[in-house]
């Protein structure tokens, strides 16, 4: 299986509430956990509201960034920015027509993010991405839970 980007996102449905469940995380999120990220819809980016607690602190925190899509690459291909003018790539690799999770991955597949609508994902589900993850290069082993469900 290839880590490529989905084709078409509707970004409309895209935008709203994302809880992340699980991941390989970036140094900036390692030691987070109960991760929402919030989606706005601007034009040509999403603004990202995100909200979470680092391990040991009971004070919840939040961070503003931004997503940015392109015209003339997959819909699935995009940037994310948290300090300007640095971009990280963004990659929507599996997203469903409910859209009731995404996997982000990354060019290289060093991040793994799995987010969905709501707190938990069955955990049948949660394994078939694991798998599938895994066949497109990333090392699953290393997939780090947010704890939502604690």
């Not at 409309?12 to 987070?32: C, E, H, M, R, V």
């Not at 960034?65 to 929507?92: C, H, T």
């Not at 469903?96 to 990354?106: A, C, K, R």
């Not at 082993?141 to 704890?147: A, C, F, G, M, P």
């Amino acid at each position: 299986m290839e880590n490529k980007p989905v084709d078409k996102i509707d970004f409309n449905k895209f935008q709203g509430k994302w809880y992340s469940l699980t991941s390989i995380p970036t140094a900036l999120d390692k030691k987070w956990r109960k991760t929402i990220e919030n989606y706005t819809l601007k034009d040509g980016y999403f603004d990202v509201y995100t909200t979470y607690y680092r391990i040991g602190d009971d004070e919840q925190k939040s961070i503003k960034s931004k997503l940015f899509f392109y015209k003339n690459q997959p819909d699935g291909e995009m940037k994310a920015q948290f300090v300007w003018p640095i971009k990280i790539g963004y990659r929507v690799i599996e997203l469903p027509e409910d859209y009731s999770y995404v996997v982000i991955g990354h060019p290289d597949q060093k991040y793994l993010f799995i987010m969905s609508r709501k707190p938990t994902l069955d955990s049948k589900l949660m394994k078939a991405i694991a798998d599938r993850c895994k066949q497109k290069g990333y090392d699953v082993e290393k997939l780090v839970s947010q704890e939502h469900n604690q």
